[in-house]
């Protein structure tokens, strides 16, 4: 309070010298708000940055291919995902060793400890002696009618995905307020209210991008509308 304590002999007693309780209750609240302090707490932070902006070396195109390749030849993964109703290809239950057999996906992972690197730095996050180091990389690809329903990543501490095609109108990625289960009864927010303090926050990322999260943040992809697929490759990184 006591930075705008000069303020204090600006303005005096809003509503005693009012007699018109509208505008009594007007000046009431510029009062308070000129006279108090709000401050965010307990942020989520996002980052979002070019893939190749660390470690140039992951060719867009080529990656593109090998996506659409390893997802035709992955009988394993088809059929979980016929199995499982995914509406589309991922090899996350199929293929745990991508970089390992892809040189551009290992290219891929040393891009990605860069950029998870950096975002660790921006969260100010101590990890003693041990490190942040990937634990599943994997590839997403949802035809016209694909859609990821709403989840989080248990076990993990970093999350997120790289978009590899993005076709024009193809679906966002939308991120969910941490705090959605406990608002039992809580107001809405308002249409156009300030990006940190909405519910649902949409992205739409060009190929090339990457995104990562802490990876407690509920997240879904929206219903591809558009008849091209939407490629991505998600992964996570685990403290050790
Ligand atoms: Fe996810």
């Known amino acids: 309070m006591g930075r705008n304590s000069s303020k204090i002999r600006q303005i005096s007693n809003p509503v005693a010298s ?3 309780p509208r505008l009594a209750r007007l000046r009431a ?6 006279m108090s302090e709000i401050e965010s707490l307990f942020v989520t932070r996002l980052y979002r940055a070019n893939l190749n902006d660390t470690a140039p070396g992951v060719d867009a195109a080529e ?6 390749s390893i997802a035709e030849d992955d009988e394993a993964g088809q059929e979980w995902c016929e199995e499982n109703g995914y509406p589309g290809y991922t090899s996350y239950a199929s293929l745990s060793d ?3 057999r892809f040189p551009i996906f290992a290219d891929l992972v ?3 400890d860069a950029h998870v690197a950096a975002f660790a730095k921006d969260l100010e996050f101590d990890l003693g002696d041990g490190k942040l180091v990937l634990e599943d990389l994997w590839i997403n690809i949802l035809p016209e009618g694909g859609t990821h329903a709403s989840h989080l990543h248990p076990h993990a501490v970093i999350s997120g995905t790289t978009y590899v095609a993005m076709p024009d109108g193809a679906a966002a990625l939308k991120l969910e307020d941490p705090r959605s289960s406990r608002m039992m009864a809580a107001p809405p927010r308002r249409k156009g209210a300030r990006r940190a303090l909405q519910s649902f926050v949409y992205l739409t990322p060009e190929p090339g991008e ?3 999260w802490e990876s407690w943040l509920r997240h879904e992809v929206p219903l591809n509308m558009t008849e091209a697929e939407r490629i991505s490759v ?7």
């Open 18 to 20: 009012c007699r018109r």
């Open 29 to 34: 609240l510029a009062y308070a708000i000129a």
């Open 63 to 68: 990656m593109e291919t090998a996506c659409l």
């Open 98 to 100: 991508l970089p390992w």
């Open 110 to 112: 040393t891009a990605l």
């Open 210 to 212: 990457v995104l990562l």
């Open 234 to 240: 998600s992964f996570n990184y685990k403290w050790v």
